[in-house]
């Protein structure tokens, strides 16, 4: 059910008339199973005009003062909770709007149905049931449009219909329900922006439509703390807790003695010891994701000393071990399942075996996922819903319809298809019922060159591009001047710079809100030695997903080449899993990228974006300077010598320009208020469980 809360904001669209209203109710309710609601040229019939005013302070101040009456001198055990009475005032109200009869027949039905239902020792639920069922069976083949005046004598008398048992002399206040009365149940609607690339996470190149979908199944060793807002807070997941030897390199870990497999089979150390050389597996066709972990660890590196107690030997001290480790891609799987099995098999959905919260229970492609709580989980109470039920929404105007009408509460992974500035417009829409959280900088958004073809193989020509683009119209129009210049490292951090500074530097700086003219004369001159003076002859192709601003990224890419430098690009929009493998396989000159960290270290950034093989670095571009700079500053341990090696770094691929960088992105995270207990990720790839969230009121 969905509270009343949720009806003010669909009040606001009274253009529609009231039985368009009616219909916005009904959807609002989860009246249909669809995540948008569909357009219908069905006439509307003629009615009264809204007075949204009196009908919101009606809603309001009758709701709050049908739950103040509840409550008053009324413990628990004598009648309806204010959780109660919340759900009861939903029940009536959902129950109450059926186009099908007349004003007065339905208030007259609601009283009744709910004098006669509420006694004590009845569920919310069963309330909720007999009111619905009364309202159905009664108004069954009536017909009366209702007026605006109408709906809201409906909702207030039914509002100032619900009884309460008979008060009983008390001096005490009702207690408060507890966190656990309220947390557990119900399924929770979520939308998702991509659809599956396969069910193997440590084969995963894509986080949206890979890894995010598997994390819910599985668990880590550890993990990133989700009910806390500190970025780098580490706790056990199937690990209880974990010590390091003084030598800096062994790691003990005692892992959970009720962790189960979904098959009942026990977690067991032969289970993560396996896990951790299948990550870093060399015979692998691809491990994109978890592969940084071969920087720390070799195979054979980990053994059990009993079921429940595992050793880990790193290859050095190295502090970004145990962040990466909590990272959401390096799930452990269950060696007597996944043991000799192919790749090919191990990405099916028939072979996904895990030990997480929830289980997949269906999956109808490119429309929806279910799962379903696990009940025998080694976290219990966890998880707090009974499922979640993901809708694969693609398109943002149906993104934002989706959360608008409440059909979904939130989304899986933090990308919601909505740029920063429709997400401020989906904020101003829905406060009071949701929220939109700013989440990162977690992802820096390039140009992939292929720097393997030819014209991107001089950098010369990569070099003109770097210096032409201007970043700062971009972000306006793309965040509202949110996100933050685009950097080989994040900026304001320890090893990068500041983002002020960053507007200093050749390619980055401007001159009176205008491209500084000294970088466009620079990339001139530098396109004319490479054989295209003016631009004469340059045409190119840019490839992009159907992905929150991507599409509008790659307009403003072509715009700026176009005015700047005369270059001619054709610009391909497609969706994500096809236009990834385009730029994983090299199909491809010019290319668009997010790059989101899978840790905030500099050896995350370092390893993916400007190593060969990096999952950021999809044309393999290398430099041996910087493969010497990243082994010396993954076992650096002094804070100044590391960043020493990271500013050399940093110089070195402002010079070579793998990548055009673009800027570092912001993202919404819209969450509905009910749900409690949410902290915005500072990752993509952090938070991805939904264990420990339930909503207050229910979902």
Same mark, same amino acid.
């Given at each position: 059910m969905h509270n009343m809360m949720g009806i003010q904001k669909l009040i606001r669209y009274s253009t529609l008339g009231v039985s368009g209203l009616l219909l916005l109710l009904i959807l609002a309710c989860g009246g249909d199973d669809t995540p948008v609601p569909q357009a219908t040229s069905t006439p509307q019939p003629t009615a009264t005009p809204l007075d949204v005013g009196a009908i919101t302070s009606a809603l309001e101040q009758s709701i709050q003062s049908a739950v103040d009456d509840a409550l008053s001198g009324i413990t628990p055990a004598e009648g309806p909770s204010a959780s109660d009475i919340s759900r009861i005032v939903e029940a009536a109200v959902t129950a109450a709007i059926p186009d099908t009869a007349s004003a007065e027949e339905i208030k007259a039905l609601v009283e009744t149905a709910v004098a006669a239902s509420i006694t004590p020792g009845l569920s919310a639920a069963e309330i909720a049931s007999l009111v619905s069922g009364a309202v159905a069976d009664a108004t069954a083949g009536q017909a009366e449009p209702l007026t605006a005046a109408q709906v809201e004598a409906i909702v207030t008398g039914a509002i100032a219909a619900i009884p309460t048992a008979t008060p009983q002399p008390t001096s005490t206040p009702a207690p408060t329900p507890t966190p656990i009365d309220i947390r557990l149940g119900g399924i929770i609607p979520m939308m998702h922006s991509a659809s599956l690339e396969h069910w193997d996470v440590h084969a995963c190149s894509v986080a949206n439509g890979c890894m995010a979908n598997v994390v819910p199944i599985y668990n880590g060793l550890v993990e990133y703390n989700p009910e806390t807002i500190e970025p780098d807070d580490i706790r056990g997941d199937l690990a209880v807790d974990w010590s390091i030897a003084s030598d800096g390199v062994t790691y003990t870990f005692n892992l959970h003695p009720d962790a189960k497999w979904h098959d009942g089979t026990p977690v067991t150390a032969a289970d993560i010891a396996f896990s951790l050389d299948r990550m870093v597996d060399p015979d692998a066709t691809a491990r994109p994701n978890v592969a940084p972990l071969a920087s720390f660890y070799a195979p054979g590196n980990a053994r059990a000393i009993d079921d429940k107690t595992v050793e880990v030997v790193t290859l050095f001290q190295a502090a970004a071990f145990l962040p990466y480790m909590a990272n959401a891609y390096f799930l452990m799987l269950p060696k007597h399942q996944f043991e000799g099995m192919s790749e090919d098999d191990a990405k099916l959905e028939e072979n996904i075996l895990g030990s997480g919260p929830y289980k997949l229970v269906a999956h109808d492609r490119d429309i929806s996922f279910? *799962? @379903? /709580?696990?009940? %025998? *989980?080694? /976290?219990? #109470?966890? $998880? +707090?819903? =009974?499922?979640?039920?993901?809708? @694969?929404? /693609? =398109?943002?105007?149906?993104? +934002?319809?989706?959360f608008?009408?409440?059909? @979904?509460?939130?989304? !899986?992974? $933090?990308?919601?298809q909505l740029d920063s500035r429709e997400n401020e417009r989906l904020a101003e829409q829905m406060r009071g019922k949701g929220t939109v959280y700013d989440a990162g900088p977690n992802a820096v958004l390039w140009g992939q060159f292929n720097v393997n073809v030819a014209p991107f193989n001089d950098v010369r020509v990569r070099k003109a591009f770097h210096l032409a683009f201007h970043r700062q119209p971009l972000i306006e129009t793309i965040s509202a001047g949110k996100n933050l210049l685009g950097?080989?490292?994040? #900026?304001?951090?320890? *090893?990068?710079?500041?983002?002020?500074?960053?507007?200093?530097? #050749?390619?980055?700086?401007? !001159?009176?809100?205008? /491209?500084? $003219? %000294? =970088?466009?004369a620079e990339a001139k001159r530098l396109l004319a030695d490479a054989g295209f003076p003016d631009g004469a002859g340059f045409d190119t192709s840019f490839i992009t997903f159907q992905l929150v601003e991507f599409p509008d990224v790659g307009l403003i890419v072509q715009d700026q080449l176009q005015r700047f430098l005369n270059i001619k690009m054709e610009l391909t929009v497609g969706d994500l899993v096809p236009i990834y493998v385009r730029i994983l396989t090299g199909d491809f000159e010019f290319g668009q990228l997010? *790059? $989101?960290y899978l840790i905030t270290d500099p050896h995350d950034i370092i390893s993916g974006g400007f190593m060969e093989g990096g999952r950021g670095n999809l044309a393999n571009w290398s430099d041996p300077r910087v493969n010497e700079l990243f082994d010396l500053q993954k076992s650096e341990l002094n804070p100044v010598t590391r960043k020493g090696y990271i500013d050399e770094v940093t110089a070195i691929v402002l010079e070579e320009v793998p990548h055009m960088w673009m800027y570092w992105g912001v993202r919404g995270y819209y969450v509905d208020d009910r749900i409690r207990n949410f902290n915005p990720p500072v990752g993509e790839a952090f938070y991805l469980r939904w264990e420990h969230t339930w909503c207050d009121p229910g979902c």
């Open positions: 279910e *799962y @379903v /709580k696990n009940q %025998d *989980y080694f /976290k219990a #109470p966890m $998880p +707090f819903f =009974d499922g979640m039920k993901l809708f @694969v929404i /693609k =398109d943002a105007g149906a993104s +934002f319809a989706a608008a009408t409440q059909q @979904v509460l939130t989304h !899986l992974f $933090p990308t919601n950097h080989p490292f994040p #900026p304001n951090t320890f *090893y990068g710079i500041s983002n002020d500074e960053i507007a200093t530097l #050749p390619g980055f700086r401007e !001159l009176d809100g205008e /491209k500084h $003219p %000294d =970088d466009l997010g *790059y $989101p």
